[in-house]
């Protein structure tokens, strides 16, 4: 039977081999459909004639990868849970229980409970550790397990188990799963009387209508002048990206194209009025940077519309098309290339199936000096472009260059900081002291001005955080300790400051560090520095 069974395939090889006089199609789509056959013979013969049992999903699923690893660095197979966990966080909702959460000593500690979610409708607090999961212990146990068990389907229900500073016994909690939001914007205030700050963390569905939101409040507040942050900001969609570019270009002003072999031209314009179309405006970049962040932040350079500080972005000027298919994995497919206004594509050189070589991209700007000095970075003439309004020079292939260079601050990042930092130790030692002092830092800093205008770490706290990384051999070292005690300080704050608060919070305290935040709040409030790097004259013209 088996032998018969492969005489009719060897038949049906032959016969596919005659395509040319069956075959009346245009183009390449008769070469692509013999290729189509050729790649389903081979499934059919490995599936059927293999000396060893093989798995047919794998098999396919291999050869999708393989197909893609041969382009760009960014066309991707995704399984189906895959594809679950990357649209998430850019649908911009899950469902949950409604926390955030930190591991503390292998037991998941509640930083914060989402305000109207379901954990704060059963009076989950802060604070609060679960133990226990439908009567698992969770003690101990990874992240990804414990989030597969908290998480469900929205109106179901998940039983946990808490213990509580001061209670006596494990406290039981039913919680029914909701819809929780995830938020795209971190942080949302006003640095000064007229200067507002934005942190985008990530291009989701939602991006527009926070983006939206955050100008309204801070337009409410006074703002005059808005610092946008997209440090670390991997991007996302596009059009939210666009939504956002749009809420600062006046009407039929370009913010993007895209084009490919196989996709023509497509533009993406302003529409007559965006909420923010006056008013300096500084854009906080990094070599994470990328994608749509980088969308945003050229269309904004191109029109002259944004001074651009920090490093240059990461370079991803490809566009991908989700393709699903039937058992709900998906492909990732580059279809497109997109270029700023002025015609630059941002996309970095790629050797194609070479991922390795890619991923050292990072690695080889630290090694060259890059992210230390702007004379390390060099763009080729041809790769020059000119903005619309002012006709300054700019870059295109290889991310966004920006207006005014920051080079990256390492010197109170000590061995000793980082330790204490990677081990866990200095989220540790802050977070039990929050358990302990919780109610009374709330009574005495009511909200985040007043913490931020009078709270000071006590020392009996980093006695506490030196004892702790020697528990762990972490050994004490006082000159490392002298240059990294201002971050270790300020890092203990901004955790304290979250944990009381929200994520926002520890964006205002944080920021005291970064120089390219300095820089950028200088530069907007000196309008002879700003109008002088946007080649602005005196009279706004």
Known sequence: MKRKILYLFLAVCTACTAY?????????????????????????????????????????????????????????????????????PLQGNFDGIGIQFNMLQDTLYVVQVIPGGPSERVGLRAGDRI????????????????????????????????????????????????????????????????????????FAATTGDEFRQALTKLKKQGMKQ???????????????????????????KMIVYTQGYSQPKESFRASAKGDFETGRVAVLVDESTASASEILTGALQDWDRAVVIGRRSFGKGLVQRPIPLPDGSMMRLTV????????????????????????????????????????????????KCYTLEKHRTVYGGGGIM???????????????????AASGVLLQTTMSYIDTHRAALKKAYPDIRSFKQKYIVPDALIAKLEANGKAEKI??????????????????????????????????????????????????????????????SNDGK
């Not at 560090?513 to 530069?523: C, F, Q, V």
């Open 131 to 202: 133990i226990a999961v439908n009567d698992t212990s969770i003690v101990k146990m990874g992240t990804a397990d414990i989030m597969k068990r908290l998480r469900g389907p929205k109106g179901t229900e998940v039983r946990i188990k808490v213990v509580r500073r001061h209670a006596t016994q494990p406290i039981a909690f039913k919680i029914i799963r909701g819809k929780i939001p995830i938020y795209s914007i971190d942080a949302a205030y006003m640095i000064n009387k007229h200067t507002g700050y934005i942190k985008i963390n990530r």
């Open 20 to 88: 040319p006089q069956k075959w009346n199609l245009p183009g390449n789509r008769a070469a692509v459909e013999l290729q189509e056959r050729k790649l389903s013979m081979a499934l059919y013969a490995v599936a059927n004639f293999y000396v060893d049992s093989t798995s047919t999903r794998k098999l396919v699923e291999d050869a999708i990868r393989g197909m893609l690893d041969k382009l760009d660095p960014h066309s991707a197979y995704m399984t189906p849970e895959e594809t679950k966990e990357m649209n998430e």
């Open 226 to 252: 808005l610092l946008l942050d997209l440090q670390d900001n991997g991007g996302g969609y596009m059009e939210p990206a666009i939504d956002v570019a749009d809420q600062f270009l006046s009407g039929g």
């Open 475 to 536: 050994a004490f070292d006082a000159k490392q300790y002298a240059r990294s005690e201002h971050l270790i300080r300020l890092q203990m704050a901004a955790l304290i400051a979250r944990d009381l608060y929200d994520t926002g919070a520890y964006y205002q305290i944080i920021n005291d560090l970064e120089e390219s935040y300095k820089t950028a709040l200088r530069i907007l409030d000196d309008p002879a520095a700003y109008n002088k790097i946007l080649h602005i």
């Open 402 to 420: 920006p207006d005014v260079f920051i080079p990256l601050d390492t010197m109170d990042f000590t061995d000793y900081y980082r330790n204490l």
């Open 336 to 383: 497109a290339r997109y270029y700023t206004p002025s015609g630059r594509c941002v996309q970095k050189p790629y050797i194609k199936g070479d991922m390795a070589d890619y991923s050292r991209d990072l690695i080889d700007r630290y090694n060259r000096g890059e992210l230390m000095s702007a004379d390390s970075i060099h763009f080729p003439d041809s790769l």
